[in-house]
């Protein structure tokens, strides 16, 4: 097979083209169609009809050129490429992390950066999931014994891909700075940082199989055909109150009982047996927001002021990239009173630094963000992450 | 900035062009809220201190290529999953855009926050007369409840006449 490519001058030269389209016996492969006399068409030819369109191509004096001359050995080298390929992917790392992906691909990935980054980077497994998926975090250290440590998950509401897309990119951030960027290597020199990319990964699944716009997780409730529970009114704080739903079909249901979501259970257990935890933060999407509690009452936290400092600050770096602006406030203030939620409980379990974000956008694409934009989100996210972790480092308490 | 008396909220608010940012208009409204009876839509009073931009030449390009088509358009996911869409489905999903602005309207409430999700289908219904007519099945997404709502609408179009929804 050989592929030509046809230089046209004129519309006239076009529509001869296009006639030699409609010719089905030639069984001719356009790679690029002809539609218009300012672009080539390159097409790819069976070894039988080449004779056949040199021709035609000649006796109407339109101009071509052969781009390949023999297809099938650039197929048989692109084949020896591709296995040598995937053997360096693992090591050279050419995960895409501009395109949203399977839960079995970030999973790879996950152990592709502890391996890469091996002298920080280490993957442990906090438990599993309703439909028995292991939930993976990476831990982020250089030493010691129970250092300070700074929680980050995303995914909790499985719908909001572009939190476990912007995890991912993160951890590769993290991982890939240390030793080169100074407030990250001075960060992780004193505390340690644990990672839960997919938090809810029966949803994530779901999403990729049946239903996109899926936000709980998938466990079976008593007395009713409605599956799941909202894993963000699943945390005990105010349980059960204002702004969450006791209906098991709402998207907005709270469980039985608080901690009744394995997920949520898996990560109160971890952050209660590591005792050392200094701020919980978790992503969200969408609606440019930065918040502190309180969600499940409309009153201002102790540390209020504090919080709001730091929260404009971290707003302030993640405008500075690319001008994304993120209001900052407590939860109930901000969007509304919703009860159960996860920052509600690790603040009032003593976590002071707990903030949750919404990332982009406000709605124009909602929760099918283009992919194109999850290198940028990640981007600004992680200056806002920084400040935060920036100012957990320098303030113990 | 928001001043409220009761029900009744007046608004200031800038408009701003999603296909072209610096195109802003300053606007005014007034909303009233009928808590006493649900099924009633909030009024509004709108003021646009200026004008819309002119957009006769896009509506134009995208009313002809429509009507030169030779099977009714048909379309499913838009955006897909990965927030893709194609350049010909633009104008399919402002107009979706712009008339699940109605629907929403009508079933707006102090205790709502409506946003269109995406759209599930759109079938193009065939005119005799010169209105474009498209029945829409879409997914609005319900901020306080986190719900996602099905709702079919039908919409009429003419670069002249504008959006009406008519069911």
Redesign the interface.
């Known amino acids: 097979h050989q592929v030509l490519r046809i230089k046209t001058r004129n519309e006239g030269e076009v529509k001869k083209l296009q006639v030699l389209e409609s010719l089905e016996h030639l069984k001719l492969d356009f790679w690029i169609n002809p539609s218009t006399s300012s672009l080539p068409v390159d097409v790819r030819i069976p070894a039988n009809s080449i004779q056949a369109v040199k021709a035609f191509l000649e006796s109407c004096g339109i101009e071509y050129s052969i781009l390949i001359e023999d297809l099938q050995v650039v197929l048989d080298k692109e084949k020896q490429d591709m296995a040598c390929g995937q053997q360096r992917e693992r090591t050279r790392n050419t995960f895409n992390y501009g ?2 992906h399977s839960l079995d691909d970030i999973y790879a990935q996950l152990d592709n950066l502890a391996s890469e980054f091996n002298n920080i980077v280490s993957k442990i497994r906090i438990g599993e999931s309703y439909e028995k998926r292991p939930l993976y975090v990476l831990k982020f250290g250089t030493g010691g014994s129970n250092r300070p440590a700074i929680w980050l998950d995303a995914g909790i509401h499985s719908r909001e891909w572009v939190t476990q897309a912007s995890a991912i990119w993160i951890a590769q951030k993290i991982a890939s700075d240390y030793g080169k960027d100074p407030s990250v290597t001075s960060l992780l020199n004193k505390m340690d940082i644990f990672l839960l990319p997919v938090a809810n990964p029966d949803g994530y699944v779901f ?2 199989t049946k239903n ?2 899926w ?1 709980k997780t998938r466990s079976k409730n008593r007395g009713s055909l409605c599956i799941g529970v ?1 894993p963000n009114r699943n945390w005990d704080a105010g349980f059960g109150g204002p702004g969450a ?1 006791s209906n098991p079909c ?3 249901y709270h469980g039985p009982s608080a901690n009744s979501e394995v997920e949520v259970r898996s990560i109160v257990d971890f952050i209660k047996n590591h005792g050392n935890i200094q701020a919980f933060l978790t992503l969200h999407s969408y ?1 440019q927001l930065l918040m502190y509690p309180y969600g499940y009452k409309c009153m201002e936290p102790a540390d209020y002021a504090e919080l709001d400092t730091v929260g404009k600050a971290a707003a302030s770096s993640i405008r500075s990239l690319y001008g994304t602006t993120f209001k900052v406030g407590s939860i109930c203030t901000t ?2 009173q919703a009860s159960g939620g996860s920052i509600d409980w690790s603040y009032d379990y003593g976590i002071k630094y707990s903030f949750a974000f919404e990332l982009r956008d406000t ?9 194109n ?1 999850i290198i940028p989100t990640a981007e600004e996210t992680w200056l806002g992450l920084k400040t935060i972790m920036e100012h957990v480092r320098d303030n113990p308490y | 900035d928001i001043g409220d008396v009761g029900l009744k909220y007046h608004l200031e608010l800038v408009l701003e062009d999603i296909l072209d940012n610096d195109s802003t208009v300053n606007c005014s409204a007034e909303v009233l809220y009928h808590p006493g009876n649900k099924n009633l839509p909030p009024d509004v009073q709108l003021t646009i201190d200026g004008e819309l931009k002119n957009t006769d030449e896009a509506d134009n390009i995208f009313y002809n290529r429509i009507k030169s088509l030779e099977k009714e358009l048909v379309a499913e996911n838009i955006p897909d999953s990965h927030g893709n869409m194609s350049p010909e489905m633009e104008p399919i999903h402002l107009l979706a855009w712009a008339a699940s602005g109605y629907v929403i309207w009508q079933n707006s409430t102090e205790n709502t926050n409506f946003q269109l999700a995406q759209i599930k289908h759109v079938k193009q219904v065939k005119r005799e007369d010169e209105y474009l007519e498209f029945d829409y099945m879409i997914l609005l997404h319900e901020m306080v409840s986190q719900e996602i709502i099905p709702w079919q609408m039908t919409v009429l179009w003419h670069p002249q006449h504008g959006v009406q929804v008519t069911q």
């Open positions: 395109a949203y999403t990729h996109r716009m936000r909202d739903s709402s998207d907005s609606s969007i509304y709605g124009r694409y909602g929760f099918l963000l283009p992919a934009q």
